[in-house]
């Protein structure tokens, strides 16, 4: 096996930095060595099959995404990025492993959906990937499937309480899933927002002529997030469920999962970049040459982009900070403007859902270090350690230490990424939502259980270096 000496940087963990040198022996780290250190002999840099040179650099374990939808059916298309593609963004990014939603809708087997996510994938990806289990119909049969998710290596399931008629589950069908999470520990995942309610909100919308883009996020309005946060809270409860709460986009939401974790409930939330960066009034509500008004279709998920007004972006790095908020995934799932967005020109409701991030999450994150939201450690720990805890797979990824996969970026603070589509864009998308955006920092190398995938501006990894990562029990829960 090769041997590979990352020597002279600065590696970074979740609780501190310090310089040191990394040695990878074949796909994991076999040392982390202080410099000049003998312990593996007088001149160990003569002795491997090569040395990185990390002067001036952090050395960061490979960034964890953990909420991607390549190829999601949704609305009628499918997300644009493949695994193939999406994970060679992920990779141009710093992000050496994903964890993409298999997905189940009502009617279907939960097992037949696990299978087709596992085709879809299967030799396609760049980096490491493993599955959450969508359970968009949660009957008998799927409620006892759910029991042997463990033992396929998926120890998450995520339910909806929006998108009556696709996903959508009610009070009593969460109830039944979050009894099998307390029997099991199996992660409960929610998407938290109140669909019945927004889609009369959304009708009444339409109704009055009011379909641009902008108003997705009125229908979408943070209440609805509250209360579906609040109810999800209550059910878990009551249920003794572990609770996740998917991208938190309002700060009346973050209240109440600070709320339910004073009271010592088991509950967590991420959020995502749009959510600390973008808002309702400049991108939703934007107006360009070519789309016009429908300029902000652009930057429609759900939830939705928040009104900056209202402080909500400014909460969302607060919460960040006080670990009310326990991480940040991006929730990528793009969607071309052009045949895909454009579905709903006429009515907001029509637009697929979705963003496309997976290329950009450390970078933007790293410029919250570079603005002094966030400690350098933290970023760390934001996007990658938490991630491995919160999933099962600490020890394994998250962290740069003997044993461990040899995920390793090389981050150089003194370096430069311009964000756009004829800068760094690797996503198969024909725009970028974060088109314009400068960034403090670049990804300089990336190594994925021991190869170089990334250096120098090249890509040189290939289809089916990624492997399916079989997952325990979160790492995080007391």
């Not at 596992?118 to 396609?124: C, I, K, N, Q, S």
Request: with cysteine; charged share 20%; hydrophobic share 40%.
């Amino acid at each position: 096996m090769a041997t590979t000496l990352i020597t002279g940087g600065t590696v970074v963990s979740s609780t501190g930095r310090a310089p040191a040198d990394v040695l990878v022996d074949g796909e994991t780290i076999r040392a982390v060595l202080a410099p000049g250190s003998t312990l593996l002999g007088h001149d160990l840099a003569a002795s491997v099959d090569r040395v990185i040179d990390a002067t001036g650099r952090y050395v960061i374990p490979g960034g964890i995404d953990a909420h991607t939808h390549m190829q999601l059916p949704f609305g009628g298309t499918f997300a644009s990025d493949t695994f193939e593609t999406g994970t060679r963004a992920a990779a141009w990014g710093g992000t050496t492993t994903i964890v993409d939603f298999a997905v189940q809708k009502t009617g279907e087997r939960l097992q037949d959906g696990l299978a087709a996510w596992h085709e879809l994938a299967a030799g396609e990806c760049a980096v490491d990937y493993g599955f959450h289990q969508i359970v968009g119909g949660v009957d008998d049969d799927s409620l006892q499937a759910m029991r042997g998710l463990v033992d396929e290596g998926i120890s998450s399931f995520k339910l909806f309480m929006a998108y009556p008629g696709v996903f959508y589950s009610d009070d009593a069908q969460i109830l039944k899933a979050m009894q099998v999470s307390a029997e099991t520990g199996l992660m409960t995942m929610m998407h938290a927002e109140n669909g019945p309610a927004i889609d009369v909100i959304a009708e009444q919308l339409v109704a009055q002529g009011k379909t641009a883009p902008y108003f997705h996020g009125i229908a979408r309005a943070w209440q609805m997030e509250e209360e579906a946060t609040h109810r999800a809270i209550m059910l878990a409860n009551y249920t003794r469920a572990p609770l996740y709460v998917v991208h938190v986009s309002a700060k009346q939401a973050v209240q109440q999962l600070a709320w339910a974790r004073d009271q010592g409930q088991q509950v967590f939330g991420e959020t995502c970049p749009q959510y600390l960066y973008l808002s309702l009034e400049e991108q939703l509500g934007a107006r360009g040459s070519e789309w016009g008004d429908f300029e902000g279709a652009k930057w429609v998920c759900s939830t939705p982009l928040r009104s900056r007004e209202e402080g909500h972006q400014d909460h969302m790095w607060q919460a960040l900070r006080t670990n009310d908020i326990q991480m940040v995934s991006t929730d990528h799932c793009p969607f071309c403007m052009k045949d895909q967005k454009e579905l709903g020109l006429t009515d907001f409701r029509a637009i697929p859902n979705g963003i496309g991030s997976i290329e950009h999450r450390m970078d933007l994150m790293y410029q919250g270090v570079v603005t002094g939201r966030i400690t350098l450690e933290r970023w760390v720990e934001l996007t990658s350690t938490t991630p491995a805890r919160m999933f099962g797979m600490y020890g394994r990824k998250g962290v740069i230490q003997p044993g461990a996969d040899a995920d390793i970026v090389l981050y150089d603070p003194n370096g430069h990424t311009s964000i756009g589509v004829d800068e760094t864009h690797h996503m198969n998308m024909d725009h970028s939502a974060w088109e314009g955006f400068e960034i403090d920092g670049h990804v300089d190398t990336v190594m994925a259980r021991g190869k170089v995938i990334v250096d120098g501006g090249e890509y040189l990894g290939s289809k089916g270096d990624g492997r399916f990562v079989k997952r325990g029990l979160s790492q995080y829960l007391a």
